[in-house]
T-cell receptor, first 115, second 113 residues
Framework: DQQVKQNSPSLSVQEGRISILNCDYT??????FLWYKKYPAEGPTFLIS?????DKNEDGRFTVFLNKSAKHLSLHIVPSQPGDSAVYFC??????????????FGKGTHLIIQP | DAGITQSPRHKVTETGTPVTLRCHQT?????MYWYRQDPGHGLRLIHY???????DKGEVSDGYSVSRSKTEDFLLTLESATSSQTSVYFC????????????FGSGTQLSVL
């Protein structure tokens, strides 16, 4: 059973507009949620994270919102730039019990920024 | 960037042959992970290690084994490769505590014919 779900395989947004990527989860024990960005032929790179006790975290053009009651988080990119075209993975981790078993990832959303 | 090197970067092999992928880190991190990435599946955990000679299974461990004899090296072995193991394999590290941030290597593209 998939614990982290990204239901949109792809998203196309015009340059300069807002990109909103969505993620749902089922495990209420997750302590942190993260977004990773991946370019072709490269490994995923960390983008932004949010603790389960927060509802918003902002870093420059990137903001992550967490709605615990809905078990939903979203990544907002404003304004969108051509270099933002990549696959974005939503991920989560439970640190209780050690947390050594790493991140659980969604299937990814391919963001395409149109000029 | 975290010092993670995966080798080889690309490999083509035949069904039934053994294959070993290597992950080498220079960060002295305690935790190391092997993930595979497949279209429609995202990243799935194969095995992980929480110290030298301490390893455990992940979500998709069947057909894979791992070894960690030194802090810096984490080996992933396919004892008898199958076509379903054609994938991109990523190594990741975190530490010194199980941190929410994982740092990934550049990946190994494995094709099993």
């Amino acid at each position: 059973d998939q614990q982290v779900k990204q239901n949109s395989p792809s998203l196309s947004v015009q340059e300069g507009r807002i990109s909103i990527l969505n993620c749902d989860y089922t495990n209420s024990m997750f302590d942190y949620f993260l977004w990773y960005k991946k370019y072709p032929a490269e490994g995923p790179t960390f983008l932004i994270s949010i603790s389960s006790i927060k509802d918003k975290n902002e870093d420059g053009r990137f903001t992550v919102f967490l709605n615990k009651s809905a078990k939903h988080l979203s990544l907002h990119i404003v304004p969108s730039q051509p270099g933002d075209s990549a696959v974005y993975f939503c991920a989560a981790i439970t640190l209780r019990g050690g947390g050594a078993d790493g991140l659980t990832f969604g299937k990814g959303t391919h963001l395409i920024i149109q000029p | 960037d975290a010092g993670i090197t995966q080798s080889p970067r690309h490999k083509v092999t035949e069904t039934g042959t053994p294959v070993t992928l290597r992950c080498h880190q220079t960060e002295n991190h305690r935790y190391m992970y092997w993930y595979r990435q497949d279209p429609g599946h995202g990243l799935r955990l194969i095995h992980y290690s929480y110290g030298v000679k301490d390893t455990d299974k992940g979500e998709v461990s069947d057909g894979y084994s791992v070894s960690r004899s030194k802090t810096e090296d984490f080996l992933l072995t396919l004892e008898s490769a199958t076509s379903s193991q054609t994938s991109v394999y990523f190594c990741a590290i975190s530490g010194p505590t199980p941190n929410e941030k994982l740092f990934f290597g550049s990946g190994t593209q494995l094709s099993v014919l």
